[in-house]
């Protein structure tokens, strides 16, 4: 076992870490006013593209994207250190060059249409399976497909679906056998690739951060049966593989914030004096620095423990669990414990609100930590996993 990182993951790491602090760190001001004016916490799609074409430059195009479609195919590993440093920044970029994982699965013509234009940026995806009624906890799935000749009509509403505003297709997963989903929970669902001008309609919802959900209205929205991902009534695993690869997308962004959190607490503890001495030199700040250090590292080393596991056993929903649930939580308590060492910089001075408004998030969304108690401890009480046998 080797706990070192390779040389050319070091080179990789350092890289990022220039791109970010140089690219992105002096952006934050400009997303932040955005936000704070009433506007989108983001950045326009043309500096999007700008800094999407300076990484391209240093070789960073499709980082999770297969070699065959023009990406430079990292493993997750190397992904994860990639995201680590990406997460030192609340500005919301991702390179250039990638597509939603589960559109993999489409047919060759589906690639055609979807897959390649995405990966290309000439198209934005967005992936559906929530709705207002619909928990982690009980699938409750309303909306329905119906099929009429060659289509199929889709009717309902899902709810918090990422970029569903910008989107020019949404990956939507629907009840197509209602008999299999109401004796199952999980059979007789579909996946359908659905472009906006068939019909869906999109609002967006205001939460407390960025994330851009939005509301989909289909309304009778008709969808001609080659737009099927996969297999008809076998859409559930799509569903699932999304969001067990998400969760622990969250993890490794949970783990590379904290660490950013630290540093930025430690060096303002170095400037500021209080009781005619240095914050850094009171025993109740070194204990709540070193706890967290130690709090971090471990968090680190599991999260690249998940990477390796999922590098070599592929889809692994109990790790994805485990690591979320960690890592979720032990963002949540720097991010809350880095506030009390500002203390009363209790303001919009710092972008403090935004980490802290970030990082609540990371509980709920991709199946909140109740959910994910609920997966661990069935995965344990049936035998389905042992514990320790990840590492
Ligand atoms: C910013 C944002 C972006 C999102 N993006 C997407 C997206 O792109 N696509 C998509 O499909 N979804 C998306 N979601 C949806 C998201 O994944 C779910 O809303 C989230 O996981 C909340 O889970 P829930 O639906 O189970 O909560 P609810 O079912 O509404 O539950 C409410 C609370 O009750 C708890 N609870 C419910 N039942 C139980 C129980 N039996 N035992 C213990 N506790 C229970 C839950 O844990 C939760 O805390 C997004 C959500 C947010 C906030």
Known sequence: MEFRLTEEQKMVQETIRQFVKEELIPLEDEVLKNEREGGRPSLPPEKVKELQLKAKEMGFWGIDTPEAYGGVDFDLMMLAIVLMELAKTFVPFTFGGSADHILYYANEEQKKRYLIPTINGEKKSCFAMTELNDGSHKPNIQMLAVKDGNEWVLRGEKTWITDGHEADFVMV??????????????????????????GWTSKIVPTMREGNPTSLVFDHVRVPEENILGDVHEGYNLGLESVSFARWIASVRAVGAAEHLLQMAID?????????????EHEAMQQMMAN???????????????????????????????????????????????????????????????WYREARLWRIYEGTDENQHTIIARNLVEQQVKIGQYV
């Open 292 to 354: 967290y250090a130690g709090d971090i590292e471990a968090a680190k080393r599991s999260v690249l423990n998940a990477a390796f596991t999922l590098d070599k056993e592929g889809d692994n929903k109990h790790v994805a669990s485990l690591v979320k649930l960690f890592e979720a939580n032990m963002g949540n308590y720097v991010v809350d414990s880095v506030l009390q060492i500002y203390g009363d910089i209790y303001t919009k001075e710092l972008p403090m609100d935004r």
């Open 268 to 280: 303002y503890s170095k400037e500021r004096e209080t009781v005619s001495k240095s914050m850094v």
């Open 173 to 198: 997963i629907a009840v197509t056998d209602k008999e299999a989903y109401e004796k199952t929970g999980r059979d007789g669902v579909t996946c359908f690739i659905v472009d906006r001008e068939m």
